[in-house]
């Protein structure tokens, strides 16, 4: 087999502080056809940065498309994710470097088209597919999560949202709750398995303010115990507020993440209401290049 | 702060298949002083890499030396750790580029200074500071570490190794039953503090050959579930081999490691007779250069 190198990205997402985002490792396979890397080297490679999420750009056959990608965790192919779509839209743009800055772009994935916006600061958020959500009113899931979160107090019952993943939103009573809470990750696991979902987002407001969250993401199950800052967790997150806080104009909602694990994660998420009533999930934020170089994929 | 960007680069060690070892992140501070970047910047970027290890590679004060190394887990730092030595010494030679290769290496790090040798393949060994070891034979111990390791089987007394960092090595049947062997991680953290070690290193023979094992490394105290090839704690393992062996002429041991995480690392290690019949230990193998660039450490 020939050498093959191409470069690489590694950024950081949903920050604006170097090192206090969520990290993506984004290789760009853009000058490359799909059939010079197989599946299972994108699954080693991504098992070896064990980062939460490593992608992969592709030319995209799909006319209205500016390129594919394709998501893996250390131990699984996603079909999206939500702070790898935002750190590969960055990094595409800088792979790229368009002459003329576009104001949107569209991604190619598992669950079909992400539209994408770039704001006026360069700030880019997605537009989610929201599958439809679930609320969870069993008391048993509520007795069991509350053990796995260290005896939680939970104040809703939980809503598991599919944004091609399913996270189980749980909102406790305050931010300080969701910040001290330390979960038994191999429970949370067992209850992942037991009630199909990906992982745990716990919430509490701010203050009492219902448009400011501290939020945090626990996905055991995949072998990441806490992401950072997880962006499908904010849309699942933001699915689950609108649920109870029933918002009938376009609302932004603006969640803290990662401190609990030294991080400064800030996502600028909307509760969009358009004109007919009909609503749409977005989440957005910054993002940046740490590492910039290249990847021997094989030698 | 002005930005500061530093070369970089993420090796793969103690494998000769790219993705199948164990990667360690370096970061070349050999062209900046000291007081260029702190403690905490070097810990925000371990903890952000996700690594088992990020190092940073500085110019020595020591004369006999050829580099400092300060080791990083995403947690805290190490005074000494085994494959991120192998790494960043490999990473070393990469950034210096000597003209004439040298045939041995000595590092400055927390332990004090380690010898490298390097031999006609351009392999990386080190010689391994051993601390002193303690039998733990206790067999409350063993029964806890029995449970912690899924009512695994084991044929020794523990040995807790110390190399600057301590691990518990504890020997099974074979090779077979320390691959299919699945920890409750929880546990293992909870016994590493009450018996104040690193974590576990298990181990079991080959087909009763007593040169030829198969070894696991579990540390989820640091973060680390299970390392996937481990340096340090192939040293801890060949220390309590030769507890219980006693050989008396130099002897190769050949390990494996990591076959169960998808990784297919291979150590070479040594325990080496001197004719006044004093015992040292070593430990080496391959690393490759998998991705070569520059980080971003302020913007």
């Known amino acids: 087999m020939a050498p093959l190198t191409v470069p690489f990205k ?10 206090k985002g969520n990290p993506v490792a984004v290789i760009n396979c853009l000058d490359i056809n799909d059939d010079q890397i197989t599946k299972e080297q994108m699954q080693s490679i991504a098992t070896w940065t064990n980062l939460s999420e490593t992608t992969f750009l592709f030319k995209t056959k799909l006319k209205e498309c500016d390129y594919k990608l394709r998501i893996f965790t250390p131990v699984k192919e996603l079909d999206f994710a939500g702070h790898p779509t935002i750190g590969s839209a960055n990094a595409f743009l800088q792979f ?3 002459t003329t800055k576009p104001k949107s772009l569209k991604q190619e994935c598992g669950v079909g088209i992400i539209d994408l916006k770039i704001d006026e600061n360069d700030r880019i958020s997605l537009k989610a597919n929201v599958n439809g959500y679930e609320v969870m009113d069993s008391q048993e899931l509520k007795n069991e999560y509350s053990s796995a979160l260290g005896d939680l107090k939970i104040i809703n019952d939980p809503i598991t949202v599919n944004t ?29 398995k037991k009630y199909d979902n990906i992982g745990v987002i716990l919430a509490g407001k701010k203050s009492n303010d219902n448009q400011q969250y501290e939020m945090r993401a626990f996905a055991p199950v995949i072998n990441v115990n806490e992401d950072p800052v997880c962006g499908s967790g904010s849309i699942s997150c933001i699915t689950a507020i609108q ?31 358009s ?14 290049c740490l590492v910039d ?3 021997n994929i094989t030698i």
Chains 1, 2 share one sequence.
Not at 257 to 273: C, S, W
Not at 275 to 288: M, N, P, Q
Request: with cysteine.
């Open 10 to 19: 590694q950024m950081d997402v949903f920050t604006s502080v170097p090192f």
């Open 164 to 192: 091609g993943i399913k996270w189980l939103v749980i909102f406790t009573q305050d931010s300080k709750t969701c910040f001290d809470c330390d979960p038994n990750y191999t429970k949370i696991a067992q209850l992942s």
């Open 243 to 273: 649920h109870y806080e029933k918002f009938v104009h376009t609302t932004n909602i603006s969640i803290t993440q990662g401190g609990r694990v030294n991080r400064d994660g800030r996502l600028f998420t909307i509760i969009k209401v």
């Open 293 to 295: 170089g290249k990847i």
């Open 96 to 98: 790229t470097k368009p």
């Open 275 to 288: 004109e007919d009533k009909s609503i749409t999930y977005h989440t957005g934020g910054d993002a940046l």
